[in-house]
């Protein structure tokens, strides 16, 4: 199975700065045949089921602010939210979606406001 | 809009089983892949499968083989995932969640039910 693990477990941003959470899979999630990476990013409010954030490793799902962005390829990942708001508070999650199953989450990083 | 809505919480004893529906909206239901995810309190998330709505026999995560059953009912545009031989461990919410692209699997979420916690419990 593919381990997915994050960094840090969390972090305290002040409003308006920059969040950078690092996430890394223990093999690569890029597939050669058509150059995508098999990565998403989520976000979870207490009380509320996740939310897709980005897929592909980059792609930003449907009306998810600009201010989240996804980088990375083969094993190495990151989420940056380049302007901190008040609402962006909560736990984010990296997952694996690549091959045979199963599709396995990152632990998760609580982003809280400094 | 598509939504999922998913059955009240559930308290069980150890050893029983518990039945969890889905009912889908919003959208064509045989042309997502529907997935099951839970989360213990205060843990993260694990996959627990997925069924196609098309046919086709589900696939469950290694772990759950033998213990976890999915199957739908497409003329309600429901699926459902029962659990069986509860054990405390498996207090914990659970999510359906469909795949967003049409008529294959991606792998990604979106969107999800907004949960059921099955407690079990002597």
């Known amino acids: 199975d593919i381990v997915m693990t994050q960094s840090p477990d969390s972090l305290g941003v002040s409003l308006g700065e920059r969040a950078t959470i690092n996430c890394k899979s223990s093999q690569s999630v890029l597939y050669s045949s058509n150059n995508k990476n098999y990565l998403a990013w989520y976000q979870q409010k207490p009380g509320q089921p996740p939310k897709l954030l980005i897929y592909w490793a980059s792609t930003r799902a449907s009306g998810v602010p600009d201010r989240f962005s996804g980088s990375g390829s083969g094993t190495d990942f990151t989420l940056t939210i380049r302007s901190l708001q008040a609402e962006d508070v909560a736990v984010y999650y990296c997952q694996h979606y690549y091959g045979p199953p199963p599709i396995t989450f990152g632990p998760g990083t609580k982003v809280d406001i400094k | 809009q598509v939504q999922l809505v998913q059955s009240g919480a559930a308290v069980k004893k150890p050893g029983a089983s518990v039945k969890v529906s889905c009912k889908a909206s919003?959208?064509?239901?045989?042309?997502?892949?529907m997935h099951w995810v839970r989360q213990a309190p205060g843990q993260g998330l694990e996959w627990l499968g997925v069924?196609?709505?098309?046919?086709?026999?589900?696939t469950y995560a290694q772990k759950f083989q033998g213990r976890i059953t999915m199957t739908m009912d497409t003329s309600t545009s429901t699926v459902y995932m029962e659990v069986s031989s509860l054990r405390p461990e498996d207090t914990a919410v659970y999510y359906c969640?469909?795949?967003?692209?049409?008529?294959?699997?991606?792998?990604?979420?979106?969107?999800w039910g907004q949960g059921t916690l099955v407690t079990v419990s002597s």
């Open positions: 919003g959208y064509s239901f045989t042309s997502h892949y």
């Open positions: 069924i196609n709505p098309r046919g086709g026999s589900p």
């Open positions: 969640t469909r795949d967003p692209i049409s008529y294959s699997t991606s792998g990604c979420f979106d969107p």
